[in-house]
């Protein structure tokens, strides 16, 4: 079924980045999309949404109040859609967020109870970068995330963990020197980038940071090629297709464990198909990786 509501999930999504080159790489959609999409918005409502100037871009008061407008219509499209049905029987769509990693790793075993209990539901399951994640979800871009644990998740957002890994030094398996004095690849924004800022403060030190990619997989492609020591999930550098060609750097104190769970929105919960696999995970989530 087409989703109805993809303009305003784009415009809420550009209401918080103000940056239209940040919302088209998170949705998805080329800027030319993006800004045909907001200039039908501008046309059918008769008014600017955005300003666009040399200080960049904001929201018009006009933008203000529709902001206010498209998230009670996206709030009220999925109580109608989903009002009272059978639970032994629900139908409809889920849609799920998780990195290519995590698909790989966790959603089999994650998803496969409620793909048995609900046959009927369709799963949509989404990647891309998991910096990505939870904004994501907290605008309404999905129903559910698997993503990595944040110390603070947004008061909006509940988490239960399934899996916990250690974040893990790695570096080109034949580099002549052990690596931890760098250069280093490092995620250029997200947990994982903020793990890694927290324990080279515990080291006293600032990084030589050599390169930033956006996604793990291309960061782990960047160390094999001997751009310099990155910092990664076990879990990614397990289900990596270059882990042959790197060898894990050992550390001393090692960096923190990084917990990952499956999240939604609290308000979602009374919704029967995020209810349904809210309760499934719990009962079924896999195993913790690496140690505790």
Not at 48 to 69: C, K, N, Q
């Amino acid at each position: 079924m087409r989703d109805d509501h993809r303009e305003l999930r784009l415009f809420l999504h550009l209401a918080q980045t103000l940056n239209f080159g940040r919302t088209s790489l998170d949705c998805h959609v080329s800027p030319a999309t993006l800004t045909r999409t907001v200039q039908r918005l501008e046309a059918g409502l008769g008014h600017r949404l955005f300003d666009r100037g040399p200080r960049g871009v904001s929201l018009t008061a006009e933008g203000h109040r529709f902001r206010e407008y498209a998230v009670q219509a996206l709030e009220l499209w999925r109580s109608y859609r989903e009002e009272h049905p059978d639970p032994a029987r629900l139908t409809g769509r889920l849609a799920v967020f998780a990195t290519v990693t995590a698909c790989q790793a966790l959603l089999p075993d994650l998803l496969g109870p409620f793909r048995a209990a609900h046959p009927r539901v369709r799963l949509d399951l989404r990647t891309g970068d998991a910096a990505a994640a939870l904004a994501r979800l907290d605008e309404g871009e999905v129903d559910a995330a698997v993503a990595g644990i944040p110390p603070r998740l947004p008061e909006a957002l509940v988490s239960r963990t399934v899996a916990v890994t250690d974040l893990v030094l790695v570096t080109a398996r034949d580099r002549p020197d052990p690596g931890l004095d760098g250069p280093f690849v490092l995620p250029q924004r997200g947990l994982v980038r903020d793990a890694a800022d927290r324990w080279f403060r515990t080291r006293g030190t600032a990084p030589d940071v050599a390169c930033e990619p956006d996604g793990h997989e291309g960061l782990l492609t960047l160390v094999a090629l001997g751009c310099g020591t990155g910092v990664v999930p076990r879990l990614v550098l397990e289900h990596s297709a270059v882990r042959d060609r790197l060898v894990v750097v050992p550390a001393d104190p090692a960096p923190e464990p990084f917990p990952i769970g499956l999240c939604v929105r609290r308000a979602d919960l009374r919704r029967p198909s995020v209810a349904a696999l809210w309760s499934l995970a719990q009962v079924s989530a896999p195993s913790g990786l690496g140690p505790r």
